[in-house]
């Protein structure tokens, strides 16, 4: 079977190659990609900077935001040929510490953890992959294609679960309003929950046209492309979903915020001057929270199956900007004006749509 393969550390080795089938040992699922979604993660690996292949392997099979259809699955396993599912990224460590041991693996104490597609455990980008049925998630069949926005939406479920959690410190906490900073498909995921759950939304993005403010307003939020003064606006929540090192900052250093999610992962070496003892003074002095959060574990992945399954499918589906035919894969991996999801179409005889 074709499959996309990189050698970690290795600055732009990836391939298309031919690779055995999937062994028995990833799971008793056999699944056939239908499409596979690409993140910054996966630019991050192709350049070298990230990511690890198994133990004794060179390669690594990417890609972590998976859509496929079942083709085999054990009798009582829940699931049947036909199924559309999809992969859960992270397993959790071998000792197991006491997060992984609860089935919270998203919030692994040692960093044992592996990852498919990213740390130590090949990924979905193949044709066919093997998942173990409690790493799989079934989806609405209704869904269809944009069942593949399933790992970014589980990831932003997570977020907001978090934030709240910590809200909720405060017995009489009721949170109104909150400003998502940016509007990638995880910065819109985010939206698209929050308005789900009655919230004021407000979107800060640099970019001032495109599709994203009609994406935004697709969701009935408030957009804005110049950093919201948060004096005013004063939202109960930030989740900020650039990690752009200057929105970051805007971001932590909002005194009037009550929460602050951080999501995005920054590039290192950004320095930028920060007044650490005005910070301080106004966690302090406000109860704020600033908390950082990644992955997500099996509640999540549900959690985003509802939010999904509630949504307006013809606006997820405006999320996938780009579907590049798995022959012309590269193309994926490049980033163009407009894109917020871009995907890699496994099923053959399909063109790719214009930018
Ligand atoms: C994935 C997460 C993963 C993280 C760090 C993200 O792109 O969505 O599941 O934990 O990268 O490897």
Redesign the pocket.
């Known amino acids: 079977m074709l499959a996309l393969t990189v050698r970690p550390g290795q600055p732009q080795s990836v391939k298309l190659e031919t690779v055995p089938p999937p062994p028995v040992s990833d799971g008793a699922i056999l699944v056939r990609t239908l499409s596979l979604g690409v993140?910054?993660?996966d630019r991050e690996i192709i350049s070298g900077e990230?990511g690890a292949a198994p133990a004794g392997e060179e390669r690594l099979i990417i890609g972590?935001e998976s859509l496929g259809r079942v083709e085999e699955a054990p009798a009582g396993s829940g699931f049947a040929p036909g199924d559309l599912v999809v992969g859960i990224?992270?397993r959790p460590d071998p000792v197991p510490c006491p997060a992984c041991a609860a089935g919270e693996w998203d919030m692994c104490r040692n960093g044992r953890y592996t990852?498919r597609g990213?740390?130590s455990r090949n990924g979905y980008g193949s044709e066919q992959f093997r998942v173990e049925p409690e790493f799989a998630v079934k989806l609405d069949p209704a869904l269809g294609e944009a069942g593949v926005l399933m790992?970014?939406t589980s990831?932003v479920a997570k977020a907001w679960e978090q934030c709240l959690r910590i809200g909720h410190r405060g017995a009489a906490w009721q949170p109104r309003t909150a400003l998502i900073s940016g509007a990638g498909p995880i910065g819109l995921l985010a939206a698209m929950i929050g308005a789900q759950g009655g919230l004021d939304i407000h979107v800060y993005d640099r970019n001032k046209d495109g599709p994203k403010p009609d994406l935004a307003a697709g969701l009935g939020v408030t957009y804005h492309s110049e950093f919201p003064d948060l004096g005013a606006l004063s939202p109960d929540i930030v989740i900020e979903c650039t990690g752009a090192a200057p929105v970051v900052k805007q971001t932590v250093a909002a005194a009037a915020a009550g929460v602050v999610c951080l999501t995005g992962?920054s590039a290192t070496g950004h320095d930028i001057t920060f007044d650490i003892g005005g910070f301080n003074r106004a966690m302090v002095l406000d109860n704020r929270a600033v908390f950082g959060s990644?992955?997500?574990n099996r509640r999540h992945y549900e959690a985003a199956a509802e939010a999904l399954a509630k949504a307006d499918r013809a606006w997820l589906t405006r999320l996938i900007t780009r579907r590049v035919p798995l022959t012309r894969w590269a193309e994926a991996f490049e980033r163009c004006d407009g894109d917020i999801k871009v995907v890699v179409d496994f099923e053959s005889g399909l063109d790719s749509r214009s930018h």
């Open positions: 993140c910054g993660t990230y972590h990224v992270r990852e990213i740390k790992e970014p990831i992962v990644v992955n997500a």
